[in-house]
């Protein structure tokens, strides 16, 4: 089984501030990644990916995420963040084994606040 | 490209009363389809997936059911609403040829409050 952990329900930051929006998973086999954002009352949007390769994953809007074999982590971070960056964040795993619906598993979400 | 519509975007319904939410994909084919639901802090839970016309698998058991009558369309129903059905509902698509990237797509949500 696999499962997600995002340590922070909520990340107030201000504007132009870096953040890190942190997430861990468990999975006993091999794993792809996913970072989503949901703007109020819309669907979720698909931020960035590791699926393999390199660690440093670049994604849209300036994030970027680092996947840590190691630590189990797929941390978020963004240099420098917009008001426009307010939203949910979620974090999602789906494992390499199993048949071919590869079901994500989301983590709980973290609201990123962004204050001018 | 691909699109995916989801409704209605916002639906008041009372207990016990019946339910019909729809989800069609377009221009692609054969595709995998999810139902979640997103409730307040508890994140996206995973209700029914479907790799094919007919074929629905549900992950949690309750008061929901799902349907796929065409290859391209979803539905979410239940014959008895709860209170505890309230919840933000996210249809989702994924290419059903890609066997490894798990990459899901997501429509705008339906809101639903049972009343």
């Known amino acids: 089984a696999q499962s997600v952990t995002q340590l922070d329900s909520q990340v107030p930051v201000f504007e132009e501030a870096p953040v890190e929006l942190r997430c861990n998973y468990s999975?006993?086999?091999?794993?792809?990644l996913f970072w989503y954002v949901q703007y109020p009352n819309q669907g979720l949007q698909l931020l960035l990916k590791?699926?393999?390769?390199?660690?440093l994953v670049k994604g849209i809007n300036g994030f970027e995420a680092e996947f840590n074999k190691s630590q189990t982590s797929f941390h978020l971070r963004k240099p420098s963040v917009h008001i426009s960056d307010t939203a949910e964040y979620f974090c999602?795993?789906?494992?390499?084994?199993?048949?071919?619906?590869?079901?994500?598993?989301f983590g709980k979400g973290t609201l990123l606040t962004v204050n001018p | 490209s691909q699109t995916i519509h989801q409704w209605p975007a916002t639906l008041v319904q009372p207990v016990g009363s019946p339910l019909s939410l729809e989800c069609t994909v377009e221009?692609?084919?054969?595709?995998?389809l999810y139902w979640y639901r997103q409730a307040a802090g508890r994140g996206l839970q995973l209700l029914f997936y479907?790799?094919?016309?007919?074929?629905i698998s549900s992950e949690v058991p309750q008061n929901l059911s799902a349907s796929r009558p065409q290859d391209r369309q979803f539905i979410l129903s239940s014959k008895k609403l709860l209170l505890s059905d309230s919840g933000f509902y996210l249809c989702?698509?994924?290419?059903?040829?890609?066997?490894?990237?798990?990459?899901?797509?997501f429509g705008e949500g339906s809101r639903l409050t049972v009343l």
């Open positions: 989702a698509w994924r290419d059903g040829r890609l066997s490894n990237t798990g990459e899901l797509f």
């Open positions: 221009g692609t084919s054969n595709p995998n």
């Open positions: 999602a795993v789906t494992s390499l084994s199993g048949g071919s619906n590869y079901k994500l598993t």
């Open positions: 590791y699926l393999s390769g390199s660690t």
């Open positions: 999975s006993s086999v091999s794993v792809y």
């Open positions: 479907s790799v094919g016309i007919g074929q």
